[in-house]
């Protein structure tokens, strides 16, 4: 069976999981400690990708390059950013589905102001989550010397 924009999407939807699981457990002083000031807490990533959600739709819709200032989310409060998490990415993901189900993985769509194929616009957007778990099993390992990453990412769901 040939691979579709499901597909795609439910790829999507795996990579924020997998992200997702990485916060899983998180001991109340890691979700805003940084290694150094320049580098983003778990916290502020939360909101940053609630930003690329957002602002990635604002480029499929418009084909434009998003207004990023106007999509920046100030939220800290964890419960808060993370319902917003979901529901950015839900919103982000039924929109790819509702606009290109059936569609060719080729059609030209814009992500973050860039034209790009479909397939390779969304494999984009699954990488920043997969980015972003790095960042987040990072401060895990230098705040919890104990935590099992391999058991707790890999191991029995």
């Known amino acids: 069976m040939p691979y579709t924009v499901a597909d795609a999407v439910q790829g999507l939807r795996k990579s924020r999981q997998s992200f997702l699981k990485h916060l899983k457990g998180l001991k109340a002083d890691q979700w805003d400690w940084k290694p ?3 580098c983003k807490s778990i916290t502020e990533t939360i909101a ?3 930003c690329d959600d957002r602002a ?3 480029s499929l819709q418009s084909g434009k390059e998003p207004d990023y200032d106007s999509l920046t989310e100030p939220e800290r409060d964890r419960d808060k950013l993370l319902a917003m998490l979901d529901a950015s ?3 982000l993901c039924d929109f790819i589905t509702g606009k290109w189900s059936g569609s060719p993985l080729d059609t030209e769509v814009s992500i973050y102001g860039m034209s790009m194929p479909l397939v390779s616009g969304v494999a984009a957007l699954s990488s920043e989550d997969l980015y972003h778990s790095g960042q987040v099993a990072f401060i895990r390992c230098a705040t919890d010397p ?3 990453y391999y058991t707790d ?3 029995p769901e």
């Open 89 to 91: 990415h839900r919103e």
């Open 48 to 50: 940053h990708l609630i």
């Open 153 to 155: 990412i890999y191991g």
């Open 146 to 148: 104990d935590w099992d």
């Open 56 to 58: 990635a739709l604002q």
């Open 36 to 38: 150094y000031q320049e």
